[in-house]
Nanobody, 125 residues
Framework: QVQLVESGGGLVQAGGSLRLSCAAS????????MGWFRQAPWKEREFVARIRWSDGSTVYADSVKGRFTISRDNAKNTVYLQMNSLKPEDTAVYYC??????????????????WGQGTQVTVSS
């Protein structure tokens, strides 16, 4: 079993920045990739970014390209999401997730095996 704990959410003004962290733990942590998703009220969970554990290659949603950066620290089993130039439409609960097997549909929530509890990000206008 893998446990994921997110942190770093909060309230920020539009144009500001936040850095989210997701620490993974468990008896045998072995992730092919980790991703970030978000879910706003009354909306479906949507893909934000993904990073492959072995070589750090990344994928981003078009809505966050150029503003968000995903990174990882292999030694700490931790993935980060640096969010800059935040907009009110970025307001959501942000979740990190683990893909253990390297599925092809990287933007689909069903491709991920473990999820954190989420952290709230609120961007005021």
């Amino acid at each position: 079993q893998v446990q994921l704990v997110e942190s770093g959410g909060g309230l920020v003004q539009a144009g500001g920045s936040l850095r989210l962290s997701c620490a993974a733990s468990g008896r045998t942590f072995n992730a092919y990739a980790m991703g970030w998703f978000r879910q706003a009220p009354w909306k479906e969970r949507e893909f934000v970014a993904r990073i492959r554990w072995s070589d750090g290659s990344t994928v981003y949603a078009d809505s966050v390209k150029g503003r968000f950066t995903i990174s990882r620290d292999n030694a700490k089993n931790t993935v980060y999401l640096q969010m800059n130039s935040l907009k009110p439409e970025d307001t959501a609960v942000y979740y990190c997730a683990v893909d253990q097997w390297g599925r092809l549909r990287v933007m689909v929530p069903g491709s991920y095996d473990y999820w954190g509890q989420g952290t709230q990000v609120t961007v005021s206008s």
